[in-house]
């Protein structure tokens, strides 16, 4: 028997996904942020002090939280110019079925069967599964329209279907 779930792509339903899809970039890929936003700041800032530059100290200091705030802010018009460009896209309501070995993903004016052996992965977080198709295309489940029996099918094919390095 299939499961079945829906989502509506409303711009403030983006903005979650958006945000959530960020958050979850940031868990799952935190060494590289860490050593981005904190490591070099902190390695510079150390030059600095043993010069006594106070200024640029707190420039390097502050530097990550206002790099973390652009990227959100940045995500935040993107979302908005996209949803703009796309009105016709606007307001869409995505229906999916989910199978053993596939699942169907139909709009409007889509609509595709996709083998789950094709995902690079799956990735669940508070509020929804990513559904990545590659590095660029991902599918959203959002948790709040599924029972808990698809809930469950989806952590079970993550299980299976997210490298062992992702986990």
């Known amino acids: 028997m299939p499961l079945e779930t829906d989502l509506l792509c409303s711009l403030q339903d983006l903005k979650k996904v958006n945000r959530a899809r960020m958050l ?3 868990k799952s890929n935190w060494l590289f942020f860490l050593l981005i936003f904190v490591g070099i700041p902190t390695i510079i800032s150390v030059q600095d002090l043993m010069r006594g530059d106070k200024g640029a100290i707190f ?3 502050t530097s990550p939280f206002l ?3 652009a990227l959100f802010i940045a995500t935040e018009m993107s979302t908005k110019m996209v949803f ?3 009105k016709t896209q606007g307001n869409m309501h995505i229906h999916y079925t989910f199978f053993n070995d596939e699942f169907q993903m139909e709009t409007a004016h889509i609509k595709n069967m996709i083998r789950y052996d094709v995902l690079r992965g799956i990735t669940e977080d508070r509020n929804y599964f990513f559904l990545k198709l590659s590095s660029s295309k991902i599918l959203v489940v959002q948790k709040q329209n599924c029972s808990p029996e698809l809930i469950s099918f989806l952590q079970e094919k993550a299980a299976a279907i997210n490298p062992k390095g992702k986990r």
Do not use: D, G, S
């Open 67 to 69: 790099l973390l705030l």
């Open 59 to 61: 420039t390097w200091v």
């Open 84 to 86: 703009e460009k796309n």
């Open 24 to 26: 979850a970039l940031l």
